[in-house]
């Protein structure tokens, strides 16, 4: 099992910055690919980022490509995910979740963060 803790959510104006972070404990941390997903009211839940178990390359969407960056520290057992340049439709609840190595599917995941931004 695998256990994870967000924090760093809140509210912010737009163009601000928020800090999110993901504790992990559990398992060996650095065996598992950390992913950040994020869900707006009345919209599905999407991926923003992820990071491989190697911490050698990261994916992110479109829509935070130059705003956010992923990173992970395994002495930490503690992913990253900085939000700058904030906007209002970066609203949501972001969870992170942990897929282990090459897997697609992410196994465990954590109770979500509010991130909220205003106009």
């Known amino acids: 099992q695998v256990q994870l803790v967000e924090s760093g959510g809140g509210l912010v104006q737009a163009e601000g910055s928020l800090r999110l972070s993901c504790a992990a404990s559990?398992?060996?941390?650095?065996?598992?690919?950390m992913g950040w997903f994020r869900q707006a009211p009345g919209k599905e839940r999407e991926l923003v980022a992820r990071?491989?178990?190697?911490?050698?390359?990261?994916y992110y969407a479109d829509s935070v490509k130059g705003r956010f960056t992923i990173s992970r520290d395994n002495a930490k057992g503690t992913a990253y995910l900085q939000m700058n340049s904030l906007k209002p439709e970066d609203t949501g609840v972001y969870y992170c979740?942990?897929?282990?190595?090459?897997?697609?599917?992410?196994?465990?995941w954590g109770q979500g963060t509010q991130v909220t931004v205003s106009s």
């Open positions: 979740a942990a897929a282990y190595r090459y897997n697609v599917e992410y196994g465990y």
């Open positions: 559990g398992r060996t941390f650095s065996n598992y690919a």
């Open positions: 990071i491989a178990w190697s911490g050698g390359s990261t």
